[in-house]
């Protein structure tokens, strides 16, 4: 059966949608952020083009936030000490695109729209301790690194929660600062980005990876408390895992890019894929969907603290 609004209607009794973190500035034209089960989506782009489209089946918004975790490049590991924080719009158009599952269910794939007024991810920078040096200067005798966003995230299918299927695709490039570097020190560009296709399931990788198990963690939906027609799903405690990317090498590192075989050499890139992983540790996430763009927005300023 497919997994669609009227199914998240159904699992309504299950439990209420989790509060999630970080208020950011309200839709336009709102004094305030959202609050309740929005909280979190202020920069939900009602006002884009694709979620106005009036042959959309359903419009929402995404806030997902991960506490912990780490990201393997190449044979360096980064801990991901600092929240990441994703949010964006989504939408279902005409097309009704669906993802079938080998158990015989299947799952809306939504596409997605940038936030406004504020990024897509938002991470704050790592460090990252080198081999052989002890750590008296960070940023010196260290290196700190940033995930960044190098695209949009596509194929977004948020109830793959489960199954051995990526919940998104998300392009990243990881900034490289130390003293040394210069300001344009990297790993993946926007042009050949890390592709990571996290999933609650279990990944198949290519050798010499070996297959990892996320986690869906507790999933609740609710209906609006406003009476609106919105619902809210939420999933919360999750673990999601990937290694099945490949990583480049670096680039711009060091005047004219010096440094570039010196951090590929202690790093361990390029390498291909089954060699890194992620995992995205303790991850909560909430999904606002509606079938109204009206209504949503309606839903969403009625909910202002």
């Known amino acids: 059966m497919t997994r669609t609004l009227l199914s998240l209607k159904r699992l309504a009794p299950l439990a209420a949608a989790a509060a999630m973190l970080l208020a950011a500035a309200g839709p336009a034209g709102a004094a305030t952020a959202p609050g309740g089960p929005y909280a979190g989506m202020g920069g939900c782009p009602l006002n884009s083009a694709q979620l106005q489209d009036p042959s959309d089946l359903q419009v929402g918004c995404v806030v997902s ?3 912990t975790g780490s990201f393997t490049i190449g044979t360096t590991t ?3 000490t600092s929240a990441i924080t994703l949010q964006f719009g989504v939408y279902w158009d005409k097309s009704a695109p669906v993802v079938n599952f080998p158990d015989g269910s299947s799952a809306n794939q939504y596409a997605t729209v940038a936030p406004t007024g504020t990024s897509l991810l938002n991470a704050k920078p790592a460090q990252i301790t080198i081999p052989g040096i002890i750590n008296f200067l960070p940023g010196v ?14 194929a977004f299918t948020p109830l793959a929660a489960g199954e051995s299927y990526p919940v998104f695709k998300l392009p990243v490039k990881l900034h490289l600062f130390n003293a040394f570097f210069g300001p344009q020190c990297y790993i993946g560009s926007n042009s050949s980005p890390i592709v990571l296709s996290p999933t609650t399931g279990t990944t198949a990788p290519p050798a010499p990876g070996v297959p990892m198990s996320g986690d869906p963690g507790t999933i609740g939906v609710a209906a609006d408390p406003n009476g609106h027609d919105a619902v809210i799903a939420s999933f919360a405690g999750a673990r999601l895992v990937d290694n099945t990317f490949s990583v480049p090498g670096a680039s711009g590192c060091g005047l004219g890019g010096i440094l570039d075989p010196i951090i590929d050499l202690v790093m361990g890139i390029p390498a291909g894929a089954g060699t890194g992983s992620v995992t995205f540790d303790q991850t909560d996430t909430s999904l606002a969907l509606d079938g109204s763009l009206a209504d949503l927005t309606a839903a969403l300023n009625a909910s202002h603290s």
């Open 141 to 154: 005798t260290s290196v700190f690194a940033q995930v960044e966003q190098a695209g949009p995230v596509t």
């Open 78 to 80: 980064v801990p991901l």
């Open 65 to 67: 936030v991960t506490h």
